[in-house]
């Protein structure tokens, strides 16, 4: 993203003529910036190891498309997500599936598209994993996501990795799984997996979690050696220039020398693929004291009332900054919906600004909160801006809402 002649543009193509094009609120990605991060994955992983694209970050089809094309495979957690990425003819041996909550039906989808793996968080899940394959008479292959009981330095919403989380199977519980797998040969035990929470920036907690993993598969007691680890996601990302993260190689390169080369690797990234590649797009409606009222609100991108978490908010027209600092609120009626207390534009009505860092976890965790319709998406691509997502009608709204008389 560059300022040219003071208007702000995304690959030679600028926001301005987006908006007169998809008008606001839309969210816009960068085809470019997705497969330079997809590229600085594949060129440190070694041949055999995996990346898989975590869908719950970004879930547009085109998107799955893109990165499908890339020969990178997908993290799912509901049927859904899996839905969605067979209907792009993603390849099943690439798919992995986590989640504490699958159901029967979800599982026995799974099971039948022989999926790469079922990535197990708890006991009770692998007694219906091995009734479902009994009753079919088919087999399933499936990764122990454990809980390595460490509590990393995040956001509180965004820690998975601890002995209070309800993610992952407790060390206390292995044991009992492991009985199971071992007297069912129709349960084929790939891998184990852990995934200790996103915006993870201190590399000494993956560190910690895969020193763990390497000690439990020394002790489990298998018939066969596991093929691989899945590391999860949560590498974090740079929202402000200044930030300090691990880059994409730095991180892939650390995990791969912790653990034996005769164990392949899965990571399951989401916001380092898609987070910087994303912006959302909004006009100023109006100006109250130091309040700006933007078209987009919590509706569009929940992120800041959710985690609190800080997005560059940059005017589409370049401005110096004020020595005044303003609130950039949205329309929804909820105290909660703003999405910066501390902007330094003195901006008038009818200004557009652009959200950074919205591309993972923006539009996939959209409502239509305030019977707000939800945003287009616009892939731009050499040059060229590609409407993916069309903005939601009134019709299209009300559309599930049958039976009134
Ligand atoms: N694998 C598993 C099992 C996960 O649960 C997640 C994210 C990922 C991979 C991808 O993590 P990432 O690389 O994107 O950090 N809505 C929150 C993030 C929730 C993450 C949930 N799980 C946010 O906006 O920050």
Redesign the pocket.
Known sequence: MEYKNNRLSLDGVFFEDICSKHSTPSYIYSRNEILSNINSYKINIDSDDLVCF?V??SNNLHILKLISSQGLGF?V?SGGELNKVLYINADTNKIVF??VGKTEQDLTYAIKNNIKSI?VESLSELKLISKIVQELDTSANIAL?LNPEIKSKT?P??E?GSSESK?GIAKSELHKCMRIIKNQNNINLKGL?F?I????KDFSYFKRAINFMLDQIKLLDMNKPIEFLDV?????IKYFDNDKTLSIEEFVKKVRMLVPNDINLIF??????V?NAGYLMSKVLYKKKNILIIDAGMSDH??TP??G?KHNILPVRKKSKSKNKFTVAGPICESADYFDKNFRYSLDEGDLVVIGSSG??GFS?SSNYNARLKPPEVLISNKQMRLIRKRETFDDYISEETGLE
Request: no cysteine; proline share 2%.
């Open positions: 975590s719950k970050s993290d957690v986590s989640g990535n996501r956001h919403y965004l998975t993610f997996a995934h929470g996103s915006e993870i999860g996601g949560g590498l974090a399951e990234p989401g916001k380092s693929i987070g929940i992120r959710l985690y978490a993972a976890y965790m």
